[in-house]
């Protein structure tokens, strides 16, 4: 392990350590702020350029941590289901390796750092300036929180993020009805009355289901207060740690799952019908 992680220091600049720790799973510092004290030379331009720096490289990097939530907790409702004789330590680091995320993560800061005309060992003397900044050390807590929910089977919550105060958890679950509702209106009005296989069933389901996502989204840009789908899918992670909300958010998934069973039934030849196009369709963007 020691190896791994020398190694991976040297690859990636802004990674500082990367190991498995006892309790908690995988824990990455991403920030090397408390290696050394801040410069005198380091000024409020490098501050605001660090940061914007650090909101891109957490942004981007949400969205590898929710797809590897969603496989972690797929992998461990089966673990669990099967009774599987496995530590979860060992488990974490499987999932880790099977998820690339170093490799990911990589990718991300050399695209991000390029994105603002700099080299990653640029970004790393930013933040070795930026010593105890406490909003840059935040940014360390944050990528750790993310990459630990997510291989918990936890959907990430964007570091530093801020809930818009329109977006409530009644409105979170409207919007995902929105979503829904969109999802089974695409696949329809692409497979009415006809059949498909199941694969073809699969494609188009998946096709839908991004559809639908960044439609309803776009449409609720406002609501979002110019941000993106991270903003939505960071509230819900958080309000997900509320037992009522989440058990609303299961009853709209299971229900939707349902509806899109008796939609689609096989024909016992490999093949699925689709039910007749409905009045109301979603619009190609």
């Known amino acids: 392990m020691a190896t791994r992680d020398s190694s991976l220091r040297s690859a990636t600049p802004l990674v500082v350590s990367a190991a498995l720790a006892a309790a908690a799973g995988l824990a990455v510092v991403v920030l090397t702020g408390r290696l050394r004290r801040g410069c005198s030379s380091f000024g409020p331009q ?38 599987v004789d496995i530590t979860d330590e060992k488990l974490t680091e499987q999932l880790r390796d099977q998820c690339k995320v170093f490799e990911k993560l990589h990718h991300i800061q050399r695209e991000v750092a390029e994105q603002f005309g700099l080299s990653t060992s640029a970004v790393e003397q930013l933040q070795q300036q930026a010593g105890e ?47 829904q509702e969109a999802e089974c209106q695409k696949v329809i009005e692409t497979v009415s009355g006809g059949k498909c296989s199941l694969r073809e069933l699969g494609e188009v389901l998946a ?23 991270e903003v939505y899918h960071s509230a819900v992670a958080t309000y997900s740690r509320n037992d009522d909300f989440a058990k609303e958010k299961k009853q709209l998934e299971d229900s939707h799952q349902q509806r899109m069973i008796k939609m689609f039934q096989p024909d016992g030849n490999g093949q699925v019908r689709a039910p007749p196009r409905q009045s109301k369709t979603i619009s190609k963007p």
């Open 133 to 179: 900044d406490d909003e840059v050390q935040s940014y360390a807590a944050g990528f750790k929180a993310m990459l630990d929910d997510a291989l918990a089977g936890r959907n990430p919550v964007l570091p530093n993020g801020r809930i818009p105060k329109d977006l409530t958890e009644e409105k979170a679950l409207s919007i995902q009805s929105e979503v």
């Open 207 to 229: 096709v839908a289901h991004k559809f639908a996502w960044d439609t309803v989204l776009q449409d609720h840009s406002e609501l979002l207060e110019g941000g993106g789908p």
């Open 46 to 83: 490098d501050r605001e350029l660090l940061l914007s720096v650090l909101k891109e490289l957490s942004r981007r990097f949400f969205f590898v941590c929710q797809d590897v939530a969603a496989i972690a907790k797929s992998v461990r409702t089966k673990i669990a289901a099967n009774k």
